[in-house]
């Protein structure tokens, strides 16, 4: 989850020659909308989204979602959860009628079985199969799902035994909820490896106990594909195919440009390159093969998350958001949500700006995320106030 370094911003730029970038500058209203109320909805005033608010100052300070590839929203959007101060809360949702329904409830009704306190809320994650349940590991190394609705535990598995580790973290899931990986963890958090575990054999497929330079790993929707981002060896990444046991690793500026903010689909991966400015699409089957998707030229002045949770895997949604390099009013796509179509033709589908500025903080990014069927974005910002909010965005 790291944003570009300055070191490779300056090397890159020099690359670059300061070359043109992507004509277009933003569409940038001078005054934002006022705020609602939590439950408020108003309209974007650039493109004419319809916008929902849905925390305020009587939420408290920090309400955010999780991150661009860990979903906000139930695989039907009845049910959504967001963290106010680090505690995670369902909120009920009418995605016809765009409000909520009700006040919000603890994501938790209880502990889990045997436990003393919830599981992290971060990477809890939605089942890709049960609109009413959310996937969850505890403390230490069991492995949960859990009914919002029932507030029923079950045990889907406990990795005592199998791993040296002490927790588990990081979790992502396929969209069968079959597959599943984590990064390793040491008693002092630090991360010590990787694992990838196939529920209905009961199998580890992968294992490594090496924790030099890891960042994090991600499952593909299919669960064959594991993407290791983990700085060593002379490369940035790695493509674990757990079907055939083969791994192949990329190097992070030139040839590959390996991933940086990315998220997976269905054998591919798609997202931000850290040399050249450019967002990339490749299949995980062949990941030394690339195809440029959008080209920022030389307007390093936003970071970028993605999120390609969506069913619909034509385009992907990113979220754009200062980094604190060569302000402009005009820089291309600030501070925005939009959706670029992923056939190479540098379209762009603008959604709203969320008006955060993360140039003090990272956790005001808003680290969108989008809905599986690709209608409804949620986002944190610290719009106009000084608390993070939750919005959600209708698309189209």
Known sequence: MKGVQMVRLIVALALLGLAAGVASAATWPPNPPTLPAKGGTFTDPSWGTLMMRVTDASDGKDNTVSYSYWPTFAKDNLHFFIASAGVPYLYHFDPAGFRLVGGKTPLFASYPPGETRNPGWQDTIWSGVNANEVLCHGRYLKLYSYNVETGAWTTLHDFAGQTTAYSLWQMS??????????????????????????????????????????????????????????????????????????????????????????????????????????????????????????????????????????????????????????????????????????????????????????????????????????????FTSNWGTKQRDVFIAKVF
């Open 173 to 378: 899931r396929s969209l069968d909820d079959d597959v599943f990986a984590f990064t390793l963890t040491a008693s002092n958090g630090s991360k010590i490896g990787f694992l990838a575990w196939k529920r209905s054999t009961n199998q580890i497929l992968l294992q490594v106990m090496d924790g030099a330079g890891l960042d994090e790993v991600q499952l593909d929707k299919t669960g064959r594909y594991l993407l290791v981002k983990k700085a060593s060896g002379g490369y940035e990444s790695y493509v674990y195919d757990l079907q055939l046991g083969t791994n192949t690793g990329l190097t992070d500026g030139a040839p590959d440009y390996g991933p940086g903010h990315s998220d997976n689909g269905t054998g591919t991966c798609f997202g931000s390159e850290n040399w050249l400015n450019r967002e990339l699409l490749r299949s995980l089957a062949t990941p030394h093969q690339f195809t440029v998707i959008l080209d920022y030229g030389d307007d390093w002045s936003q970071d970028r998350h993605t999120s390609f949770l969506a069913n619909d895997e034509s385009m992907a949604l990113l979220s754009s958001y200062d980094s604190g390099h060569f302000q402009s009013p005009d820089n291309y796509l600030r501070q925005e949500v939009y959706q670029v179509v992923l056939n190479g033709s540098q379209t762009v589908h603008h959604i709203c700006h969320h008006y955060s500025s993360a140039r003090v903080n990272y956790w005001d990014s808003p680290r969108a995320n989008i809905s599986r069927n690709g209608q409804f974005v949620a």
